[in-house]
């Protein structure tokens, strides 16, 4: 976190160190780029990064952030700022940054920008590889198929399109509405409310046993999760 407000900045390394996050902190720009800069000593999952600091802006980090060679130059930014000019938003999110949030902000918004950024390339990871392996579960997008211990499982081009959506996403709850809509364009069949039969059929086919299912779990009034971890 690159942050002249000595207060603030121990406010969010408290807050984050809560929950699973280490904060670096660095109340200077040369600090912040010298921590950056040096990233074979260490590296940055991501950059907190305040717009107006003593002895220069944020806007200059940014752009010679991303001048740096991967992973250093690829590292998630979001810009923390008292100046709401949309302007600056702008420049910001044109120089590379991520994302942009304005002073005074909560603490539980941060959390949220900050796991959304850091989820966006394990996403982008997953979309380049035609194949996505969860334990004995094999899904080929390219070829539109799973594999379940290396037999097909027999599913209609909905439950495949509905099967990826899930997998994609593996760790994430995803309400019933978030299925709707990641699934416009995805298929000719009417999806309405029926979402729980398809979820149903779609267990049948890739679950030891869908009346106890590893796979995909049901959150009791939020939705369904794709399980990242399954048993071999």
């Given amino acids: 976190m690159i942050e002249d407000d000595g207060r603030l900045a121990a406010m969010v390394e408290t807050y984050l160190a809560q929950h699973g996050y280490v904060v670096t902190h660095a109340p200077t720009r040369e600090e912040g780029l010298a921590a950056l800069c040096n990233h074979e000593r260490e590296e940055f999952a991501a950059v907190l990064l305040d717009l107006m600091l003593p002895d220069g802006d944020g806007l200059d980090i940014c752009r010679r952030v991303r001048a740096l060679p991967s992973p250093a130059g690829a590292v998630p930014i979001v810009m923390l700022t008292a100046k709401g000019d949309p302007f600056d938003r702008v420049i910001g999110l044109e120089l590379g940054a991520d994302d942009y949030l304005p002073k005074p902000f909560e603490p539980r918004e941060l959390l949220a920008r900050l796991r959304a950024v850091l989820r966006r390339p394990a996403l982008a990871a997953a979309d380049s590889l035609p194949r ?3 334990g004995r579960l094999e899904i080929d997008r390219d070829a539109r ?14 439950q495949f399109d509905l099967l990826v959506v899930l997998a994609e996403r593996a760790g994430r709850v995803l309400s019933r509405d978030q299925l ?30 869908s009346r106890q299912p590893r796979r995909i779990i049901t959150v009791r009034g939020a939705g369904y999760v794709f399980a990242r971890v399954q048993d071999d």
């Fill in 132 to 134: 996505l392996r969860f």
């Fill in 145 to 158: 198929v799973a594999l379940l211990d290396g037999q097909r499982c027999m599913l209609t081009a909905y």
């Fill in 180 to 209: 709707i809509d990641a699934l416009k364009g995805e298929s000719h069949e009417p999806f309405d409310r029926s979402i729980d039969v398809h979820i149903g059929r779609l267990r049948a086919a890739i679950e030891d046993d």
